[in-house]
């Protein structure tokens, strides 16, 4: 008999086939022991039962700007659009191997988006699920090849903070909404509500007189009518992806000596709406 290879797998979001890297989104139903004493050490069996269903894991990819377009709307919003909105709606993961294929039910619960010189830009996806059916096995379903993914050159002149670009050697970019599953009298989550949304972009330029700059206007922090704006750009062609932050705030870190090597300048900002505009806006063109 020949073996399943992960070569042979597919996944999908919504009904769109994506290639990904790994993904670990899997049920599980965990057995609870008994643990009243009973004169002896032998557990017996009579007396287990099955505790709740949990669906989980995490999905990693370098997406096209087409498989971005598909995956951004379950990550941000309520409908078929790329705007923040409090509600958030349900995504079906598909994951085909030749053995058998998962159907999930569920939401992402979290996107990171990161990025090194030389490297494509990844995006790992948290999922939590209600719901997963088995099916027969099945062969993976061809997807998007009309485009290729960002890699860290596209971003030009790199990051733009109060008007200025600078240079970055790092980014990485996550939106949580911390999801957290309702249980109630069954076994599988009812429920899968956000808590709270909390986007973080943490970069590194280069330390000179410069960014050194971007140290002091830290420390003074954003104020009410001129707060931290920046912005984000991905360019291959005539596919582009922008992420535009109206008011940031960061931790302010001063530098380290690590040894020999190039100083690095570590800016963590959370991004946070003003007046009616909400803290992160995505243009995916």
Request: net charge negative.
């Amino acid at each position: 008999m020949t073996e399943s290879m992960g070569y042979a797998c597919g996944v999908s979001v919504g009904s769109n086939p994506i290639a990904f890297l790994s993904h670990s989104i899997k049920e599980t139903r965990p057995v609870i022991n008994d643990e009243s004493l009973r004169g002896t050490r032998t557990r017996p069996s009579e007396r287990l039962r099955q505790g709740n269903i949990s669906v989980a894991g995490a999905l990693k990819l370098q997406p096209t700007p087409v498989e971005l377009g598909e995956i951004l709307k379950f990550l941000l919003n309520s409908a078929s659009a790329l705007t923040l909105t409090d509600a958030m709606q349900d995504v079906t993961v598909v994951t085909n191997t030749p053995a058998a294929t998962a159907t999930f039910l569920g939401r992402f619960t979290k996107g990171t988006f990161s990025c090194a010189p030389g490297e494509k830009l990844d995006l790992d996806l948290d999922f939590i699920g209600k719901t997963c059916t088995m099916t027969g096995g099945a062969a993976a379903s061809a997807t998007d090849l009309t485009t290729a993914g960002y890699v860290m050159y596209d971003l030009g002149s790199g990051v733009t903070i109060d008007g200025v670009a600078y240079a970055i050697d790092r980014f990485a970019l996550s939106i949580d909404n911390k999801i957290k599953p309702t249980y109630m009298m069954g076994q599988t989550a009812t429920d899968l509500e956000p808590t709270d949304r909390v986007i973080m972009l943490s970069i590194e330029t280069k330390y000179t007189a410069t960014e050194a700059g971007l140290l002091t206007l830290n420390q003074t922090g954003p104020t009410i009518g001129a707060p931290i704006t920046a912005s984000l750009a991905f360019t291959n062609g005539s596919n582009s992806i922008t992420f535009t932050f109206g008011a940031l705030a960061a931790t302010s870190e001063t530098v380290i000596v690590p040894g020999r090597d190039h100083l690095r300048q570590p800016l963590n900002y959370q991004a946070y709406g003003i007046s009616t505009t909400k803290e992160m806006i995505t243009t995916n063109a």
